[in-house]
């Protein structure tokens, strides 16, 4: 019975630290005493937009952008590993290139799927 009131506990917890702020922040808030005339307008600056807003963009500029964040946390890994590479040992150097080549599996498969293909 312990384990599950702690757990209840830490979940009443966890509810309060992530609401608390949120509720906080609303209740707390700056209201503007009147709505100057260009809250309303699309753009901060000005500019009246020409044309419709919601336009589609093709679905590479997204698989464009996962292989971007792909590639960026691999070097988030990868730059570690290199700076420490003395201290770790024969197992980390073969999870490493575990590591790069599965990511090369990725790059390759992009690649003969032509995801990367800019047109």
């Known amino acids: 019975m312990n384990a599950w009131l702690s757990t209840v506990a830490f979940l ?3 509810v309060i630290i992530c609401a608390g702020p949120l509720i906080a ?11 100057p005339p260009t809250k309303l ?7 009246t937009p020409e044309g419709i807003a919601w336009v589609r963009f093709h679905p590479r500029y ?10 960026d946390i691999e070097a988030i890994f990868l730059i ?9 040992g024969l197992l980390a150097i073969v999870e490493m290139f575990t590591f790069l080549t599965i990511l090369l599996i990725g790059w390759l498969y992009a690649l003969r799927k032509e995801a990367l293909r800019w047109q």
């Open 25 to 35: 922040a609303w209740l707390l808030r700056v209201h503007a005493k009147n709505n």
């Open 62 to 71: 997204y698989v464009v952008a996962l292989v971007f964040v792909l590639f």
């Open 12 to 14: 009443i917890v966890a």
């Open 80 to 88: 570690p590993w290199a700076l420490n590479i003395e201290n770790l």
């Open 41 to 47: 307008l699309p753009y901060e600056c000005g500019e």
